[in-house]
């Protein structure tokens, strides 16, 4: 210590030790004092507290993550330090999923088991994301329709014409419901024609559409009255999705002879549409 009342071998300062401090050295320039301090670690836990995230122990000075026990949180603590799980990040789930979007619950559709014997590679439908609602959507529902028409018309006799002639036309027409596939079509047309034949010679024919179905001839000495005979065909149509068609029958008589008149028409068109994928 320089400049304190010294002079030659001998120094008039005086220093003494504080608490938690020592003073070694006699002042001089060859033992000059020498001051330690020290403390203890209860004295420093005195200054020190806990905050946000942190745990500290006052008996023991051992200071440590706080760990949040608020249900959903994934931090731990290993040996390395904190950590959270790659994935750990959680979700309340709804209906149509499973989990909570952590490393040992990820987050996972609630699917039920095909229950078909088909593969469902090869026949299961698609599931879609709506993008104005961002719902899932399915395939569309498959759909059908029905339609018919049945008249029966009586009127005063008419000839039977010579040769074949459209005497009369029926129509429906069916839309296909389905907006997103075309609709296959089962078609009915159904046909009935009363003739009177008169004997010796009478004779007449009635078909679909110039399909002839059936024809009579009267050999016989005494008319025939109100001979009928009611024929059936069935085709198959397609129509687009969302289009509409018309079915027609067209009443075909011909092969007119002997005087044969006929005086009713009991005409039937049925439609049967399905909307089914086809293969």
């Not at 608490?19 to 004295?43: D, K, L, Q, R, W």
């Not at 899932?136 to 759909?143: A, G, N, Q, S, Y």
Request: net charge negative.
């Amino acid at each position: 210590m320089a400049r304190c009342q010294c002079g030659g071998s001998d120094c008039n300062c005086v220093v003494q030790a504080g608490t938690n401090t020592t003073v070694t050295g006699s002042g001089s320039a060859i033992n000059p004092y020498t001051v330690n301090a020290v403390t203890n670690c209860a004295e420093v836990r005195g200054c020190l507290s806990a905050g946000p995230g942190i745990n500290f122990d006052p008996s023991t000075g051992v200071i440590g993550a706080d760990i949040s026990s608020t249900p959903g949180n994934n931090l731990v603590v290993d040996a390395n330090g904190l950590f959270v799980p790659a994935g750990a990040a959680t979700v309340q789930t709804g209906c149509g999923l499973l989990g909570d979007g952590s490393a040992s619950a990820p987050l996972r559709v609630n699917r039920a088991t095909w229950p078909f014997t088909c593969s469902i590679t090869a026949n299961g439908g698609g599931v879609y994301c709506d993008p104005t609602t961002g719902q899932l959507k399915t395939d569309p529902p498959f759909r059908s329709a029905f339609a018919e028409v049945a008249p029966n018309d009586t009127f005063s006799p008419r000839a039977v014409p010579t040769t074949e002639t459209t005497v009369e036309t029926y129509s429906v027409t069916i839309t296909n419901p389905d907006p997103c596939r075309e609709a296959f079509g089962i078609v009915l047309r159904s046909l009935d024609v009363g003739f009177d034949l008169p004997a010796n010679g009478g004779a007449a024919m009635a078909g679909i559409n110039g399909d002839d179905l059936t024809y009579m001839k009267n050999t016989g000495s005494s008319g025939i009255t109100a001979w009928q005979s009611q024929n059936t065909v069935f085709h198959n149509t397609v129509i687009p999705a969302g289009g509409s068609q018309t079915i027609n029958l067209n009443v075909t008589l011909g092969r007119g002879a002997g005087g044969s008149t006929y005086n009713r028409i009991q005409a039937t068109i049925r439609v049967w549409l399905f909307s089914i994928p086809q293969t």
